[in-house]
Each structure stands twice: as C-alpha cells, then as structure tokens.
C-alpha cells in the first residue's frame, strides 16, 4: 500500500509562499497518519466537541524556533493550548521508536504521554533530545529549501510567535492517477471480437469457404503465439486491471503541477494589480501622467520681434 501525500500551501501575512508536500508513514503509525491525513482534507466536517471544523485550512503556525522547529495545528484557540483530532479529543503514541534524526520530519506535538491531537511540528534540524517523546508520523518530500526555510526566518516576539502571520492558506490530499487500461488489451480484446462479426456476416458464405478461411485463421494464431509465448498474465485477469503511476512519474507529474500552479498565481496576481490601476487612474489605461505636459520654449527677442 502506497504511502500517503498531502500538502499546505503556506502564507506570510497576505503572500503566497508556496507549497510543502508531505509523506505520511502509514505503515508505523496508521492512527497518527489517518488523522493527520484528514485533517487536511476537512473529510470530517464539524466537531461535536468543540463545533469547529476538523481542518487544518487558515489555521496558523503560532510557534517557531529557529534552527529547532516550527508548530502549528491548533485551529481551535490558535495559540497552541487548542486543537483536537478527528478521534475526539486526544489519542495515544503509536511509533516511538522513529529517531528525530534529521530536518523536515513531520511529529506529534504533545503535552506528554498519549496526547496527541491535531498539532504538529516540522524539525528545521536533528533534536535527539526528542527521542522516544513525540512520535514521527510523516517528512517533508517537496518544499523544505523554498518554503520552510522562508518561514523559519520571519521575526517572532519574546513568546516565539511569528509577529507576521503564517498561515495555512489551503491544504489537502494528493492522488495517485489511474492510468487507462492498456491499450494492447485494448487491442486483443476488439480482435477477440471482429472474428465473431465477420464469422456472423460470412454465414451466407458456402461451407468450403467457411472452412478454409478457419484453417488459415487457426495456423495464423499459431504462428503467432510461437513468435510470442504468453509470459503475462491472461486476458481475463487483465481485462480490469488499472495501471498505476510509478514513483517517478508521480513526483514528476507533483514538480510539473506546482510549476503550473506558480504561474497561474503570478497571473491572477498580475490581473489584479492591472485592475487595480484600472480603476485608480481610468482612461489611461494603467499609465499616470504627471505634470503640466510638455513645455514649449519662447525666445523673448523672436517673441518682441513679431
């Protein structure tokens, strides 16, 4: 089973940043992963706890450390006393064994044993000291350089709160594409067919012709299945079969995606800027003339001459 992806698309007051994409371990810590997982999509609707949303969209990142870790989650109070999971309250450790051995690891933040809720932190570098206390459940794959480096560096007061909001401006799940069904299945399958029609239109045919035409097609398929032993598996076993991204292929489809997502940003943001112009200066289109216009030079002698 494929590891999970999810993403945030992050915000320094009203600036886009940029995306970070994560990778969820949900084969050492399923619960942990679920949770996280649907938080970011908001699957889960309201609490009945707290009747807020389960989701972790335009909530902050209300603590940050530099060269230690950035946290966020608590989209109930919004200054990490808040949060809850889609469990209902708090639920216990799962995998502990996991070393916080390196930057971009996605943890559990707790109040202590069995606590964890809805707040997490991404380690800007290696805390051993961490160890077998918070459970790391997921890492940073796309984004670390770009993105969360840029929000490590924004100013905070005595208490680690960014002075500039960091927001959590969208969020959700990556999928997987399902590739179409193989186009040589495709193929074979429209060729098991066409004999059955055409055997069905030659039935007004004599029976000598019927039969010649059924030995050649026999010795053809013959000739062609010892060119081409069948090394796959059968037909009817593939007729359904879906054909999954490769690893490759997926990240490279992830890099190509945020690229175009990028641009259509920097499109909008210049459609705005350009309506914005529009509207403070019309009938100019978008350019401010300044001044009395051109000055034209008068010589005082030519001037008295005339």
């Known amino acids: 089973m494929p590891r999970p992806r999810v993403f945030f698309d992050f915000s320094i007051g009203s600036d886009l940043v940029g995306r970070v994409i994560f990778e969820l371990f949900n084969d050492t810590a399923p619960k ?17 706890v707290s009747e807020r949303p389960l989701y972790y969209k335009n909530s902050i990142i209300h603590r940050s450390i530099k060269d230690f870790m950035i946290q966020g989650g608590d989209f109930t109070k919004r200054n ?26 996605l943890c559990m933040a707790n109040r202590g044993p069995d606590t964890n809720g809805s707040q997490f932190f991404i380690t800007l570098q290696e805390c051993p000291h961490l160890n077998g206390k918070h459970v790391v459940f997921g890492k ?9 480096k840029t929000l ?20 959700g799940e990556l999928e997987r594409r399902k590739a179409k069904v193989d186009e040589a299945t495709t193929k074979s399958k429209e060729s098991d067919q066409n004999p059955k029609r055409r055997s069905n239109r030659s039935r007004s045919r004599s029976a000598d012709q019927e039969t010649t035409r059924r030995r050649r097609r026999k010795s ?7 060119r081409e032993p069948n090394t796959g598996p059968s037909l009817n076993s593939t007729e359904n079969a879906i054909v999954q991204e490769t690893e490759e ?33 019309p009938g100019h289109g978008g350019i401010r003339f300044k001044g009395r216009g051109r000055m034209k ?6 001037h008295q001459r005339r």
């Open 220 to 226: 053809k398929h013959a000739r062609s299945a010892e």
């Open 249 to 281: 292929e997926y990240d490279a489809r992830l890099e190509r995606e945020e690229r175009e997502r990028m641009a259509e940003a920097k499109r909008i943001e210049l459609e705005r800027i350009k309506q914005m112009n529009d509207l403070t200066y």
């Open 140 to 148: 940073v794959i796309s984004g670390y350089e770009d993105v969360v």
């Open 297 to 302: 030079f008068v010589d005082p002698e030519l």
């Open 32 to 48: 942990t992963a679920e949770n996280f997982r649907a938080l970011c999509t908001g699957e889960k609707g309201l609490s009945a």
């Open 152 to 171: 490590a560096q924004v100013p905070v007061d005595e208490k680690d709160r960014p002075q500039t909001p960091i927001v959590i401006s969208n969020c």
């Open 80 to 105: 990490g006393t808040g949060g809850e999971s889609i469990y209902g309250g708090v639920f216990p450790d799962e995998d502990l064994a996991r070393p916080l051995d390196t930057n971009g690891l």
